[in-house]
């Protein structure tokens, strides 16, 4: 899908090529052709097919660029984006991630976590996790949303070796898992049954 979109980037040409020398892809040793495919996929990603150009040329003046090049320079393995990346975002991610857990030490933790994990680990696919981000919104933005999803599955993971009265102490206000033996509801008759119930009058739908 985004191979369909190369034509058309490669017809702007301008604008293309002023995106390139303001993200600093070559710092980084990115190519042109290289920076051009990513855009394409980032085009894939968010826009239909059907979209003019005009419209095209104003989605692509909105995204980062210079924060997707860094990204994808870091997931490619280049040292000097690895560089960058830190003096950039370590210290803005230890703050984050202070705020996040609401805990120094924790917060610290946190932060040392999402860098070691994008520096080091990669999915079951095999690409990095900073080949999903797609520039439409600011890394840092991104990377605190990553954080914060990864200090919930956290607290989730360890909220079965807490009791109740310790849970209600910190303030959490936690649900109570579903039994086991609860059925599966069909997201379909869920479906079904809200639009019977817009087709009823007022007091019929009561």
């Known amino acids: 899908v985004a191979d369909a979109w ?3 980037l490669a017809a702007m040409d301008e ?3 002023g995106l390139f020398q303001a993200s600093g892809a070559t710092g980084f040793n990115l190519s042109f052709q290289a920076f051009t495919a990513i855009l394409a996929e980032v085009a894939a990603r968010y826009l239909q097919p059907e979209v003019d150009d005009p419209g095209v040329r104003e989605f692509l003046s909105k995204l980062h660029v210079s924060e997707l090049v860094l990204a994808r320079a870091c ?8 560089d960058a990346f830190l003096i950039r975002y370590r210290e803005p991610l230890f703050e984050a991630g202070i705020a996040i857990a609401r805990d120094y030490s924790v917060g610290r933790e946190l932060a040392d976590s999402l860098y070691a994990d994008l520096y080091g680990a990669e999915s079951a696919q095999g690409v990095s996790p900073l080949n999903s981000y797609m520039g439409y919104g600011s890394l840092e933005g991104w990377l605190r949303t990553i954080m914060a999803r ?6 989730r993971s360890e909220r079965r070796m807490v009791s109740l009265e310790e849970e ?3 303030g959490w206000q936690l649900a109570a898992p579903p039994a086991e033996s609860a059925p599966a509801v069909d ?5 079904a049954i809200d639009q019977a119930l817009l087709g009823l009058d ?3 739908r009561f």
Not at 75 to 82: D, F, R, T, V
């Open 202 to 204: 007022a007091e019929d």
């Open 15 to 17: 604008t293309v090529s």
């Open 187 to 191: 997201p379909r008759l869920e479906q």
């Open 75 to 82: 997931a490619a393995g280049n040292e000097a984006a690895w």
């Open 6 to 8: 190369l034509p058309r």
């Open 150 to 155: 990864a200090f919930i599955d956290r607290h």
């Open 168 to 170: 209600t102490d910190e």
